[in-house]
């Protein structure tokens, strides 16, 4: 079974199009969505309803801390990130709002864990900055393999008997065989607010039967996503950010 694991959409139509289309044209059987489907981008409305359609099918969709501050939930936002929660909770219908505020914080399936910031406290929502980090998170799951958002960057980290943590930056379109000598914990990138100086969207794939990830680089309309925030009247930043990636 071939699973996408997509993450940190933020409101990007056109990020998220070209990456469900990527994935469905790369063998994606199953969708696992990180969280932070909300905020920073201009069509809130369409990625909470695509959200809401994967997880009628069977798919895993987890709350973000934008999705948690957008529902109502005591998060700490900056100014432009706090304007963006407002008018996004003002674009959303209801039921949307109640979709985002009963998305569960984790889930684990095999040897797998999903979490959208990290598997010690997923509710607190710490990032996951470096190999410190990754070892807190290591060693406080049972699972081999923690998939995790929240910081955009695409990075894997791996950790032996010694519990030594090491990281590197992944390859996109390379596939890397998850030892089972090793934990690890990987980090897709964002889908739709990269800010590794790339603006092409970032996903990964996991090939459970042969225990392979890839990371996947998406180039999209960043410019029609960033004039559509440029048109709705939010934070200048997030329009720069898209075409930049950074």
């Known amino acids: 079974m071939s699973i996408a694991l997509l993450t940190d959409i933020h409101s990007n139509r056109e990020a998220l199009e070209a990456c469900l289309a990527h994935a469905q044209d790369h063998g994606a059987t199953r969708y696992i969505f990180l969280g932070d489907y909300v905020n920073y981008g201009a069509d ?10 994967h997880a009628a099918r069977g798919a895993i969709v987890l709350r973000g801390n934008h999705d948690e501050a957008t529902a109502g939930g ?34 684990e399936e095999g040897n797998c864990l999903f979490v959208h910031a990290n598997g010690w406290n997923p509710q607190g929502f710490e990032y996951i900055h470096g190999p410190m980090q990754a070892a807190r998170n290591l060693q ?12 955009h960057d695409p990075m894997l980290y791996h950790m032996g008997l010694t519990q030594r943590v090491e990281a ?5 379109e390379t596939a890397i065989p998850l030892s089972a000598a090793r934990r690890w914990l990987a980090i ?3 889908v739709g607010q990269p800010r590794d100086g790339n603006p092409a969207a970032s996903y ?4 459970e039967f042969n225990s ?24 200048e930043r997030y329009a720069r950010q898209l075409q930049l990636g950074a």
Request: net charge negative.
């Open 74 to 107: 005591a998060v700490q936002m900056n100014e432009d990130a706090q304007a963006c929660v407002l008018w996004t909770r003002a674009q959303l219908r209801p039921e949307q709002i109640d979709f985002l505020r009963a998305l569960p914080l984790s889930a």
């Open 44 to 53: 809130p409305v369409w990625v909470v309803d695509t959200m809401m359609a």
């Open 188 to 190: 897709p990138g964002s």
């Open 168 to 172: 590197f930056s992944p390859v996109p």
């Open 212 to 235: 392979l990830l890839t990371f996947w680089r998406v180039p999209y309309d960043h410019d029609t996503a960033a004039a559509k925030v440029h048109a709705a009247g939010l934070p």
């Open 204 to 207: 990964a794939s996991y090939d």
């Open 140 to 151: 406080a799951v049972r699972a081999r393999i923690t998939f995790c958002g929240h910081m």
